[in-house]
């Protein structure tokens, strides 16, 4: 049974991945089979449970066993799901719990660890009109991917705003970068706005023929 922790710890294991952006309670699966991850995750399990998932900055591949250079802000999961296999690799959930900006890392383990500041939670709800413009621009996106009954798929997407705002910043198929500037954004009503804005480029492209496409071109 892994401990609760009332309290946010000052450094965190960071798992650094080239397509992954975390957000707030939202659920990752991840699949674990690099040695350094496995120590990662086996001292997670033995501790709080905590691990911080962190953006690869673009041509990180010629030094990925090192330390590649990562996007300064990030957010934390906590291991709610973990299942070990025979040959040594896990199959664990995390669920995002806070974003971080990195301060400095240290060095001690094959895994790479970080001195953090927190963020403030995710609260509130978006100015006005924006969460309606969200939902038309969504549906819009839902329609033109081929989606049939985008209203009852809305209708069953999670509430409050603050899970539903994070569960879409996550699950639309935006460019990384793109994802990353949402996680970045002070809140819940920063992150919808920019959102709704990033969303409304991408139809207008579709639908004047501007080349470029977007997400909901790869909406699945």
């Known amino acids: 049974m892994l401990r609760r922790v009332m309290t946010l710890p000052d450094s965190i294991p960071i798992f650094p991945l080239p397509n992954v952006v975390l957000f707030p309670e939202v659920e990752l699966p991840l699949h674990i089979f690099e040695p350094r991850y496995r120590e990662m995750v086996a001292d997670a399990m033995a501790g709080d449970g905590l ?3 962190v953006l690869l900055r673009p ?21 709610e799901q973990h299942e070990a296999l025979a040959d040594g690799r896990s199959n664990l ?16 383990r094959t895994y790479r660890q970080a001195m953090v500041s927190w963020r403030e939670a995710d609260t509130g709800e978006p100015a006005a009109g924006v969460g309606d413009t969200l939902r038309s621009s969504v549906l819009r996106l839902l329609e033109r991917a081929g989606k049939p009954g985008a209203d009852q798929i809305w209708d069953q997407l999670p509430k409050p705003w603050t899970k539903l705002v994070n569960l879409l910043a996550f699950g639309l198929p935006f460019e990384e970068v793109e994802k990353m500037a949402l996680l970045e954004c002070s809140g819940c009503a920063e992150r919808a706005q920019r959102m709704v804005e990033v969303l409304e480029f991408r139809l207008a492209e579709q639908e004047t023929g501007t080349p470029g496409g977007g997400p909901g071109e790869s909406w699945h």
């Open 51 to 53: 691990i911080g998932m």
């Open 59 to 79: 041509q990180w591949g010629k030094d990925y066993y090192e330390a590649p250079p990562v996007y300064p802000v990030g957010c934390v999961g906590r291991i």
């Open 93 to 108: 959930v995390l669920r995002g719990e806070r974003a971080f900006e990195i301060q400095s890392e240290i060095e001690g």
